[in-house]
């Protein structure tokens, strides 16, 4: 006998991509994305925010760039609450779409309180690059290489995180409207 307790509104366990964490430990965490795998810990909200995420009272909330500008805006007027937010966010960007801006990372720190983590998924939902704890940079996950949309400069120097491979390095300063950062980097 079952008992159906989903409304659709989360993907089934086990279906899906796995959601790559930024940290270490298995924390309570919110993905305002579809197609990510649930897990223990990882939850899905394919349709962004709701007042489902707010009573899980994720640790760790991950969403599409524009979703967490949304949702950091009605945190900053009060209109939503997120005191459980102990660990991280994760900002999903993608080619074609807006790149995360030293603006963004400001606003998110204030409103959040929690490090920013930036993870840069393909068109069809793929994490490709993800940033290290030591911010500098997105590391280009195995297999990854050859994608050519990625937003900035490919360095292959050592992270100070320790980890070996290539990173995409973003511009200090991304908030000025260049999608193809790569042609513009020779001028300086
Ligand atoms: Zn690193």
Redesign the pocket.
């Known amino acids: 006998m079952r008992i159906r307790i989903l409304l659709g509104r989360r993907s089934r366990v086990g279906d899906g991509r796995p959601f790559l964490s930024p940290i270490p430990v298995s924390v309570r965490t919110a993905v305002l994305s579809p197609g990510f795998a649930e897990t223990d810990w990882v939850h899905v909200f394919a349709d962004g925010w709701s007042r489902e995420v707010e009573e899980l009272e994720p640790e760790l909330l991950a969403a599409p760039l524009l979703e967490l500008r949304r949702v950091a805006a009605r945190a900053a007027e009060r209109r939503i609450a997120l005191p459980s937010l102990g660990y991280a966010v994760v900002a999903f960007t993608g080619a074609g779409q807006p790149v995360l801006a030293d603006r963004d990372r400001d606003f998110f720190w204030r409103v959040f309180q929690v490090p920013l983590f930036e993870q840069f998924l393909s068109p069809t939902g793929q994490t490709l690059a993800a940033e290290?704890d030591?911010h500098?940079?997105l590391?280009i996950l195995p297999g990854h290489a050859g994608f050519t949309g990625f937003p900035g400069i490919i360095d292959t120097a050592r992270?100070?995180?320790g980890?070996p491979g290539a990173?995409i390095v973003v511009p200090l300063n991304a908030a000025a409207p260049r999608p193809q950062v790569m042609a513009a980097a020779a001028g300086d």
């Open positions: 290290c030591a500098q940079g590391h992270c100070a995180c980890q990173r």
